[in-house]
């Protein structure tokens, strides 16, 4: 897909290693992070460090690297692309086509880094008003590319929540279990996009959504989550604005209920485990290659979303895009046609889909 990448480029930045925030006073409030790559040594997102990006009030920002686990005395070259879709928080490496596999071309090239002798990259990287727009307006689809070929690390940014002067909430313990806090809330009304899927996706009853306009008055088990879903009583919690839109975020949420339901249905009382034991959870883990080694989940063969940290999250991002109306099954199909293939033989059809009428352009039962 490399030859396919669109070959626009903004005008390349000037780095700076020191004092990038300095120069331009406090942030604004709108800063992104991701996690880099997927591969040695630990097979799991973040294997090679963090990137975050700060919006200044100036209108300017910087790019800040604490890269990790890259090849020695080695010249990385560092681009920051858009996708077609780019799941917050997801990573990938150089295998399955690596970050070619979900770039849609080029944003902003940027200065390469040489590593240290540990094999570390870190500092910050200047970015003008006019790449800092260009990136706000990706702000769903933006990702970090370091390196290339076989040393090809990348991520997703996740847009964080911006900083409050609230004071914080009284405290109160965090989760350590998906049984999650018991008290029944008062629940939110369901926006329309994630009612359509409701109308077609089972739950389990009495599901709730407990909305916050800030994360001053979240819970603390959502500092870091943003959404979350317990099955006692089952409710999603969900910060509003944060991360990304807010039917993907709910429908991610809503499909983590939607596996809930399939577990209880055949007498599993813990979803995090039992969904594995059913059929559709056994089903996805087998085709698409997942397997436990030891403590901790590894994907074997990856497609062109990758980097969840399970086959629980992995599913849940896939029916969330099922059932989003900007992607959908046509997406999917195009993007990752082993996990299209089982959202086909497990997930009802969303609403916006309709029969194939012939020449038809509305999206089919196929995806086409």
């Known amino acids: 897909m490399r030859g396919a990448i669109a070959a626009s480029l903004l005008v390349a930045v000037i780095g700076a290693s020191l004092g990038v925030g300095a120069a331009h006073g406090a942030a604004s409030g709108r800063s992104w992070q991701a996690l880099i790559g997927n591969g040695w040594p630990t097979q799991q997102s973040g294997s090679n460090g963090l990137a975050s990006i700060d919006l200044y ?7 800040h690297l604490k890269l990790r686990n890259l090849v020695r005395n080695t ?21 399955a086509g690596g970050c070619d596999s979900v770039t849609d071309g080029t944003v902003i090239r940027l200065p390469a880094r040489r590593t240290t002798t540990a094999g570390a990259i870190e500092g910050s990287i200047a970015l003008s008003a006019s790449q800092m727009t260009a990136i706000n307006s990706l702000s769903r689809r933006i990702g970090l590319m370091v390196g290339s070929g076989r040393l090809e690390r990348c991520g997703g940014f996740q ?3 911006a900083m409050t002067t609230s004071p914080p909430p009284a405290a109160s313990p965090n989760p350590t279990s998906s049984s999650g806090p018991s008290p029944s809330p008062q629940c939110s009304p369901w926006p329309p996009a994630i009612a359509d899927i409701l109308a077609v996706l089972t739950t389990p009853d009495g599901l709730c959504l407990r909305l916050y306009t800030t994360g001053a008055e979240a819970p603390p088990f959502l500092v870091e989550a943003f959404g979350i879903y317990f099955p006692d009583p089952p409710t999603i919690h969900h910060v509003i604005g944060t991360g990304v839109t807010e039917t993907a975020s709910l429908a991610h949420e809503v499909c983590h209920a939607h596996q809930d339901r399939v577990a209880r249905d055949v007498g599993e009382s813990d979803y995090t485990e039992g969904w594995y034991r ?8 087998e085709t698409t290659g997942w397997r436990l080694q030891g403590e901790r989940w590894v994907e074997q063969r990856p497609e062109a979303i990758s980097g969840n940290s399970s086959p629980l999250e992995d599913n849940a991002e896939i029916c969330a895009l099922w059932f989003d109306p900007s992607f959908g099954p046509r997406y999917l199909r195009r993007w990752v046609p082993v996990r299209f293939a089982w ?5 009802p059809l969303p609403s916006f889909v309709v029969p194939w009428q012939g020449d038809s352009q509305a999206t089919t039962a196929d995806g086409r």
């Open 75 to 95: 010249t990385y070259r560092l681009t920051l692309f858009k996708g077609p879709f780019l799941p917050p928080n997801t990573s990938w490496s150089g295998r």
């Open 57 to 63: 009030v100036t209108g300017v920002g910087a790019l």
């Open 343 to 347: 959202a086909q033989r497990w997930l």
């Open 278 to 285: 059913t059929a559709p959870g056994a089903d996805f883990v």
């Open 159 to 161: 847009l964080r929540p």
